[in-house]
C-alpha cells in the first residue's frame, strides 16, 4: 500500500542551496507524503548569503518537462513558483490551463536575500496572464503591492489587496504578514468572498529563507491529498510554522526551514 496522499507537481526554479525553489517544494511534498514531481524553470547559483547567478531553461525544455510529467502522472494540484520571463509565464501559462484541478501561484519576485528573480517585463504578465488562471495566489507584501500597484501598509490593506488580486481573475488570494513588524503575525486569505484572518505569535527567528515557497508547496500537497482550500491553507501554515521552530542554519548567511518534520495529520 502507498505511503502518498496524492500527486504534486512544482514549476519553478533550483536553488542549489537547498532552501528554497524546487529542492524546498520536494522536501515539502514528501514531509506531507505527497509524491513530488516538478518542471524546471531556472538553474540559479546561491546559497544562504545570495544569488551568483540565474540561467534560464530555454522554452521548449520547460514544455517537454511539462508534457512529460502531466502526460504520465496526472498531478492533483500544480504550484508554480519562479518563472523569472515573460516567456516562461507565457509557455507556462498557455500549458497549464484546463490541465490541473488545482493551481497554486507564488508570484515569487524578490528572494529572501533582496536578489530579484523576475524580470521588470514580465511583472506585468504575470498579473495579467497566469494570476485569472490561478485558484490560490499566495503574495508576500511586496509582491501585492507590486501586483496591485498600491501600498501594502497594515491589515487592511492587505484585505484591499487581496480583493483587488481576485477581481485579476483569481479564485483565492492569501496575502502574507510576514514582512510586518510586531509580535504577532497575520495572513489574511480571500476564498469565496470571505476573508479569513490567521494571527499567531510570531517565531522569533531571521532563518526565513524559503518560506514562501515551502507555503505555497504546502498548501499545494493538501489540495492534492484532498483537503478543502481553507483546511489546505491551514494546514500549510501549521506545516510552516512547525518547520520554521526547527530552522537548520547550515551557511554563514539566513538559514532555512526544517523540512523534515512531522505534523498531527501525517501518521509516521
Request: with cysteine.
Amino acid at each position: 500500500m502507498s505511503i502518498y496522499r496524492g500527486v504534486a507537481l512544482t514549476v519553478a526554479g533550483s536553488d542549489s542551496g537547498g532552501g528554497a525553489g524546487i529542492q524546498a517544494d520536494i522536501k515539502t511534498f514528501a514531509a506531507l507524503r505527497v509524491f513530488g514531481t516538478s518542471a524546471l524553470t531556472a538553474l540559479t547559483a546561491q546559497n544562504s548569503l545570495g544569488v551568483a547567478a540565474i540561467h534560464g531553461i530555454p522554452r521548449e525544455m520547460i514544455r517537454a518537462q511539462l508534457e512529460a510529467v502531466c502526460g504520465d502522472f496526472m498531478p492533483h494540484a500544480v504550484k508554480t513558483g519562479m518563472l523569472g520571463s515573460k516567456e516562461t509565464i507565457l509557455e507556462v501559462a498557455g500549458f497549464l490551463a484546463g490541465r490541473c484541478p488545482f493551481l497554486v501561484v507564488d508570484p515569487v519576485m524578490v528572494a529572501t536575500s533582496g536578489d530579484s528573480l523576475l524580470e521588470p517585463e514580465a511583472e506585468r504578465t504575470l498579473g495579467e496572464i497566469l494570476v485569472p488562471k490561478a485558484d490560490l495566489v499566495t503574495p508576500n507584501l511586496p509582491e501585492a503591492e507590486k501586483l496591485t500597484g498600491r501600498p501594502v501598509r497594515d491589515l487592511d490593506g492587505m484585505i484591499e489587496a487581496a480583493f483587488c488580486i481576485a477581481r485579476m481573475g483569481a479564485r483565492g488570494v492569501l496575502v502574507k504578514g510576514g514582512h510586518l513588524e510586531g509580535a504577532v503575525l497575520r495572513d489574511v486569505l480571500l476564498w469565496e468572498g470571505r476573508v479569513r484572518i490567521f494571527e499567531e505569535p510570531r517565531i522569533p527567528t531571521q532563518d526565513t529563507h524559503g518560506t514562501g515557497c515551502t507555503l505555497s508547496a504546502a498548501i499545494t500537497a493538501e489540495l492534492a491529498a484532498g483537503c478543502g482550500m481553507e483546511e489546505a491553507v491551514l494546514r500549510g501554515r501549521t506545516y510552516l510554522r512547525t518547520a520554521l521552530a526547527a530552522s537548520f542554519r547550515g551557511g554563514r548567511g539566513r538559514g532555512c526551514l526544517g523540512h523534515a518534520v512531522s505534523v498531527p495529520w501525517i501518521r509516521p
